[in-house]
């Protein structure tokens, strides 16, 4: 599940209870790409390093306001455009960048916040006890051959099933309101889904962003 890191979280909850401000809004942050996203704590992101890879300078006047409710977020206003690679930025040009983490300085640290790549909301879902288990989701918009994640957070409990759910999941069976991810489940759960739309970096490319898919959400 995307979130905050640790600090940031923390530093949240004390100027909501009034134990400490937040401080200033940065005047910039850096947006870095990652192979593997932290994890809850904000801790244990495999972040793109090498043949010319730098995180991105993104600018205050290039997000939207904050907007929405259950989940809020913003999203880029502008095309962001990383530099030119000098080599395989995704390990060995096979395992695809996935997620984007936001940074408050060029190198170092970890993520302020972090999202998966694409700019798509987290959906909730119910999926049945069945071979394979059956996703229903009003709406979803999925396609075969997508790529989603599914989370347990906010109270969710994943349908049981003899391997494991993390990582990125393959959408298949499509209909308008249910699909499956070619996993036998042997009790049925439900949780939130999200579309993820991971980006392979090789030699002499670029890593490209569109209107609206630098996107960070809050439940």
């Known amino acids: 599940m995307s979130g905050f890191g640790g600090a940031y979280a923390r530093a949240i909850i004390n100027q909501m209870t009034g134990k400490a401000a937040i401080g200033p809004a940065p005047t910039a942050l850096f947006v870095g790409l990652l192979i593997t996203p932290p994890n809850d704590a904000g801790a244990g992101a495999v972040e793109v390093t090498g043949s010319g890879y730098a995180r991105m300078e993104i600018d205050p006047a290039d997000w939207a306001a904050a907007s929405g409710d259950a989940p809020a977020g913003a999203a880029n206003t502008v095309q962001k455009v990383f530099g030119t690679s000098t080599?395989?930025?995704?390990?060995?040009?096979?395992?695809?960048?996935?997620?984007?983490?936001?940074?408050?300085?060029?190198?170092?640290?970890?993520?302020?916040?972090?999202?998966?790549?694409?700019?798509f909301a987290?959906?909730?879902?119910?999926?049945?006890?069945?071979?394979?288990?059956?996703?229903?989701v009003a709406a979803h918009g999925f396609s075969n051959g997508d790529k989603v994640i599914p989370s347990a957070e906010f109270t969710g409990t994943l349908p049981a099933q003899a391997?494991?759910?993390?990582?990125?999941?393959?959408?298949?069976?499509?209909?308008?309101d249910t699909f499956n991810l070619g996993v036998n489940t042997t009790v049925s759960g439900g949780g939130l889904i999200k579309k993820v739309v991971p980006q392979l970096v090789s030699n002499n490319q670029r890593a490209v962003f569109d209107i609206g898919t630098l996107l960070s959400q809050v439940s």
């Open 87 to 119: 080599g395989d930025w995704t390990a060995g040009g096979t395992t695809p960048i996935t997620a984007i983490g936001l940074y408050a300085a060029a190198t170092g640290g970890s993520p302020i916040k972090w999202d998966w790549a694409g700019g």
């Open 122 to 136: 987290w959906q909730p879902f119910y999926c049945s006890a069945a071979s394979p288990g059956v996703f229903s």
């Open 163 to 176: 391997g494991s759910w993390s990582g990125l999941q393959t959408v298949a069976g499509v209909t308008t």
